[in-house]
Nanobody, 123 residues
Framework: QVQLVESGGGLVQAGGSLRLSCAAS????????MGWFRQAPGKEREFVAA????????YYADSVKGRFTISRDNANSAVYLQMNSLKPEDTAVYYC????????????????WGQGTQVTVSS
């Protein structure tokens, strides 16, 4: 089992940047694929980005492609989401998630979740 804790959320103006971090503890972090998801009020949780166990393969939602970058540091058991050119529609609670084997855009395939961090983008 792996425990996940997100940080780095906050309030930012449109066009600004934030870097989210997810610290992992528990079983060997380097064996897990990691994902970032988000949920806005009144909406379903949606996929944002995913990365495989090695960091060599990444996957993005079309809505964030070219603006967000997912990365990981297996030595420090952490995964990051660099968010640039933020828009008001990026406002949501952002969640870090972990799964064994390959990366996925399906939230139901991730058994481990953090508590979330709020990102608010003002216009």
């Amino acid at each position: 089992q792996v425990q996940l804790v997100e940080s780095g959320g906050g309030l930012v103006q449109a066009g600004g940047s934030l870097r989210l971090s997810c610290a992992a503890s528990g079983r060997t972090f380097g064996t897990y694929a990691m994902g970032w998801f988000r949920q806005a009020p009144g909406k379903e949780r949606e996929f944002v980005a995913a990365i495989d166990w090695s960091g060599g393969s990444t996957y993005y939602a079309d809505s964030v492609k070219g603006r967000f970058t997912i990365s990981r540091d297996n030595a420090n058991s952490a995964v990051y989401l660099q968010m640039n050119s933020l828009k008001p529609e990026d406002t949501a609670v952002y969640y870090c998630a972990a799964k064994e084997y390959g990366r996925s855009r399906k939230a139901t395939e991730y058994p481990y979740w953090g508590q979330g961090t709020q990102v608010t983008v003002s216009s």
